[in-house]
Every structure is written in C-alpha cells, then in structure tokens.
C-alpha cells in the first residue's frame, strides 16, 4: 500500500496503514451499504479523483478487505464488494459515523448528503434494536434528492436504498433529521416546525423518531 509504515507492532497502527488513507473509509461505508460498480462509486462519492478512487480499491483488494466479481448476463460490468474480512470493519465504521455524527450540525458549504450515507446513518440508529413481532411498518425517507426505507417487520429493522413501494408513511426531512435521530428534536416539533413534512398515517412518526435514536455524546458543543 502507499501508506507509510507506523514502525510499531500494534494493530492499531496496521489499521491505520490499511484504512487511513483520505476516501478509504468513505469507500468502505459505500459498500458496505450494498456492492457497487465502479461507476455507481464515483457517482456515489462527488469530488473523488478517478485515478485515487482505482487506487484505493486496488489496496482495498490486495489487503483482502474488497473483491471484484464479474456478473452474469447483459452487465459484465465488475462489481466491488466487502470481503467478511472487510464486513468485519461495520461496527467500527458504525462507531466513528457515530462519534463524528455527534459533532455536527448543520452541513458546511457544499456539504451534501448521498443515498449510502444517509443509508449508513439509519442503520446506525437502527443499530440491532429488536421491535415487537406485531409492528410491520413501511418508511419511505426522503432528504435531498436522496432515498431510503426503512420496514419494521418482525421484530427486526431493516434499512435499505430506495423509495418503498406503498409505504405507510413518507418523511422527508432536511438536515434537521440528524437533531431527530440525535433525540434534540422530537417527533411533535419536527412536525410543527416545519423539519420534515409527512405523508401517510402520521401516527407512525411518534415510533420511526422513538426507535432510531442514535446516543451521541451529550458534551459536544459545535459550531460547524
């Protein structure tokens, strides 16, 4: 890889040295959202130089964190995918997305949001909360321009790219959705205030802000 070596026998070091390299962990959140083209991973990460996004997944898959398959049918397109060795990083991902999630606020200029970390974010908040087997619920969440569902169904949360096809409840939000999760806002003033507008059985809202609640720190006071 073309990380420089740390020089010390410690697994954190190694870490650093696979995974510090600028847009490698955006690379593995991307994927770990759902296997990816390399064309749906440039669109997915705006900003990243061609020739850095073919360097970074050739480290990836020579470190034996992503692999390339070739699919049957019309698209011979090569698709990237996490390795279980590069699944093993979720919880880490989940907890840094977490930790830095706690210091934001509003988006920076030029700041936007993507379908895989919007995706990520949810999941996040989902964490492997189990729900009551009788829930069997439908969110379509909209922010931007950008689409998730999330289904409660089986006592499990399920968190997916995409609209939902007949959704119980439409929500869609601005940046505001990260004081929802953050429990900062709750359901009754998101709605009055104006921070996400619902369509569908408004009932359901109260249980979508009440279950993905993500616990950030209460000490982080920032500004950006």
């Not at 705006?46 to 898959?61: C, D, F, V, Y």
Request: contains cysteine; hydrophobic residues 40%; proline residues 5%.
């Amino acid at each position: 890889m073309t990380n420089q070596h740390y020089g010390q026998f410690c697994g954190l070091a190694r870490a650093a040295e696979i995974i510090g390299q600028r847009w490698t962990l955006l690379i593995l959140r991307d994927l770990s959202v759902w296997p990816r083209r390399y064309s749906d991973l440039t669109t997915g990460l705006p900003g990243i130089p061609t020739n850095t996004l073919a360097s970074r997944l050739k480290e990836l898959e020579d470190e034996g964190l992503v692999a390339r398959t070739l699919p049957s049918g019309a698209d011979r397109s090569v698709v990237y995918a996490l390795t279980p060795r590069g699944e093993e990083l979720g919880p880490a991902l989940d907890a840094l997305s977490r930790w830095g999630a706690g210091g934001m606020r509003m988006p920076r200029e030029g700041e936007i949001v993507t379908t895989a970390s919007i995706t990520a974010a949810l999941r996040v908040a989902a964490g492997e909360r189990i729900v009551p087997q009788d829930w069997n619920t439908t969110y379509s969440v909209h922010v931007g321009d950008v689409e998730v569902h999330v289904l409660m169904r089986d006592g499990t949360i399920t968190v997916d790219p995409g609209a939902a096809e007949n959704a119980d409840l439409i929500i869609t939000a601005g940046p505001q959705i990260r004081d929802l999760l953050a429990g900062e806002l709750d359901a009754q003033t998101a709605i009055t205030t104006g921070a996400v507008h619902l369509e569908g059985d408004e009932s359901l809202f109260g249980r979508f802000a009440d279950t993905l609640r993500v616990p950030y720190s209460p000490h982080v006071h920032a500004t950006s």
